[in-house]
């Protein structure tokens, strides 16, 4: 490859003096890969001809812009380009403290906006301390980077929002420049007027996708939707359907529910529209058409119940079902086989944040796992009670808990004379406790462990391996589970709620019904038919085992949080896909992912800190399988 030996020395005249600049122009096109390619080519060029200095600027250069970009991940921003036979192209583990000083002095002499921000970021990763001052420099080169639809396709929608992952990852050290961002990409929408294309399209999505622009929700959403309805007059159904969804999605960001149930029912329309156009061709593609059907009753399914009538949607779902089977039938030719008020938290989020800065990896690990104590049961229930004796009135009536989309999923009876010992007093002060539970981890989730997972990622980076590492020696991990349990883990430090819920909810059900069988629980139901089944985490939650192996506390938070009704009741909402993109991204995921982190790491801890395990308070301390005895 033409590489330079590791004991050779560059320093930033060598930049001054090298080609670089001559090989970013001579790039055949924008973009990181073409310029990877001709820095490359001009670090070969150098090194043959015996400018070994030269070689080696060109050569940091060109890995520095070989790697691909995912642009929200805090930890983890590169990829390789490229592996192939157990061999890979440039990662940031590659470069050496060495190389990451001399980037740091490259990134303020580098006057191409891609290759700054690429330096520039890369230092930001890897320099430690941290400097914020090259998280900036990234940040305003990522920016320069032109909006256009040329450079959008091959890496600047990338770029851009990865200069909104750091402001948001800086906060107030960003000063004014997610503002900034903001009101370049929305007067850039705003100046494209034509539907044609997607460029515009994916400038609203960049918004949307990070909660932007909230404020011009209602003005965006017109504006998408007026360009979505024009594709759909001229028969552009695809096109069409990525405007009115993107206008659905940001009518329901401004509040207006009527207006997004019109336009998810303009989405049915294209898929629907769609189908009849593949079906009725000159060559038929029933097959095709089946699936647009279902799409089509899918997309009116989504509209909530009580906005249904006025629109007529059970009437076209069930026409739609009709327009399906005679679609399936129709294929059947053509197919071969197919499958309360504001609270001030001001000072617990600065506490919370304190509590984690300044210390070492596993220290600030420590702090944030221990940032709060856990739900205790008795101190909730004593709390509840308390408020039914305070206020009795509430209680006197029976009680309808309802889901988003307007089911009846809990009810609660009343609470008639007060005796405590009957039925109905029980019922109410569970569901009391529930809500005062669901109250407090949504406090501690926003004041304590959001705050301090925000200040540990400014002075950390912890990578997926780490998280397997601390997985494999916590005793409460089940075998075999460390690497689910670490990417459960790594997805909440990278702020994706959405995939963290979805792999720590079923592992925590594994993770209970392990401890239970290996405390010679029976966790199966034998049928009728002879056939034995596995139940589910609603079911062992109600063992009477369950709080003498994981304590009563940690047995009250798992049955609350995860199974029950009255509250968050997350394993049935995950498991019967309940919950979209914007329902996962709560304070009861943020906590739930907590929980486990905090699980996993204190048990990880008092097993390879035995000697300092009556000093180290572990959660659940009256159970087994938060691993005293593990």
Request: contains cysteine; hydrophobic residues 40%.
């Amino acid at each position: 490859m033409h590489r330079y030996p590791n004991d050779t020395v560059a320093t930033v005249e060598d930049l001054k003096s090298s080609r670089w600049k001559t090989a970013v122009a001579s790039a055949e096109r924008a973009g990181y890969s073409a310029l990877w390619q001709s820095l490359s080519g001009a670090a070969r060029q150098a090194f043959d001809e015996g400018k070994l200095s030269e070689s080696k600027v060109l050569w940091l250069l060109a890995d520095s812009c070989s790697m691909m970009l995912k642009p929200r991940s805090l930890n983890e921003p590169f990829a390789p380009l490229s592996v192939f036979d157990g061999k890979r192209s440039a990662l940031p583990e590659d470069f050496t403290a060495s190389d990451i000083d001399l980037l740091a002095q490259f990134a303020s002499e580098l006057d191409d906006e891609w290759v700054r921000a690429r330096v520039a970021d890369l230092v930001w990763l890897c320099k430690k301390p941290r400097s914020v001052a090259h998280a900036l420099l990234a940040i305003d080169a990522y920016r320069a980077i032109p909006l256009d639809p040329t450079t959008w396709a091959r890496g600047a929608r990338d770029c851009w929002e990865r200069a909104i992952a750091l402001s948001l990852q800086l906060r107030g050290a960003a000063g004014t420049r997610l503002e900034e961002i903001e009101a370049a990409v929305l007067a850039k929408f705003e100046a494209q007027q034509s539907p044609d294309g997607f460029f515009r399209l994916s400038m609203a999505r960049l918004l949307s996708e990070n909660n932007l622009a909230r404020e011009r929700a209602h003005g965006i959403a017109e504006s998408l939707g007026g360009h979505g309805r024009a594709l759909a007059a001229n028969g552009s159904h695809y096109q069409a359907r990525g405007y009115l969804e993107a206008a659905a999605e940001w009518y329901g960001r401004s509040g207006d529910k009527e207006l997004q149930a019109d336009l998810t029912c303009a989405v049915a329309e294209t898929w629907a529209n769609e189908a009849l156009a593949r079906s009725s061709g000159e060559q038929p593609g029933n097959i095709v058409a089946t699936g647009f059907y279902e799409k089509a009753i899918l997309a009116l399914r989504s509209v909530p119940k009580a906005l249904r009538a006025a629109r007529s949607v059970d009437q076209r779902i069930a026409e739609l079902h009709a327009n399906l089977d005679a679609a399936g039938k129709a294929s059947l030719g053509e197919m071969g086989r197919v499958s309360s008020g504001p609270i001030d938290i001001s000072e617990m989020v600065r506490a919370a944040q304190a509590s984690v800065r300044g210390k070492q990896l596993l220290d600030a690990l420590m702090a944030l796992a221990n940032i709060h104590t856990g739900a205790r049961k008795r101190s909730i229930e004593e709390f509840s009670e308390k408020m039914l004796q305070e206020h009795p009135i509430q209680a006197l009536f029976s009680a309808t808990h309802m889901s988003r989309d307007g089911r009846v999923v809990a009810k609660r009876p009343g609470m008639g004379s007060g005796n405590r010992d009957s039925a109905e007093y029980r019922i109410t002060l569970w569901s009391e406790m529930v809500r005062h539970y669901s109250m407090e981890i949504g406090l501690i989730a926003q004041g304590q462990i959001w705050p301090a997972l925000e200040a540990f990622s400014l002075d950390h980076r912890i990578r997926e391996a780490d998280l397997v590492h601390i997985a494999i020696q916590s005793p409460i991990v089940p075998r075999g589970r460390a690497p689910l349990v670490a990417k459960a883990l790594f997805a909440g430090f990278e702020r994706d709620l959405v995939a963290a819920l979805h792999l720590l909810v079923p592992q925590f059900e594994h993770l209970v019904r392990w401890h239970l069988k290996s405390s010679g629980v029976k966790t199966t139901t034998l049928s009728s038919e002879g056939i034995e089944n596995e139940n589910g985490l609603s079911t062992l939650v109600n063992l009477p085992e369950v709080p003498g192996i994981f304590g009563d506390d940690l047995a009250f938070e798992l049955k609350a949080l995860f199974c029950d009704a009255f509250g968050p009741n997350l394993r049935n909402e995950v498991a019967h896909g309940l919950l979209d993109d914007q329902n996962c991204q709560t304070a009861q995921t943020v906590y739930a992912w907590w929980l486990l982190l905090r699980l996993t790491f204190n048990t990880f801890w008092n097993a390879t800190h035995r000697k300092d395990q009556e000093a180290t308070e572990p959660p659940g301390e009256n159970s087994r399988a938060t691993g005293d005895e593990q």
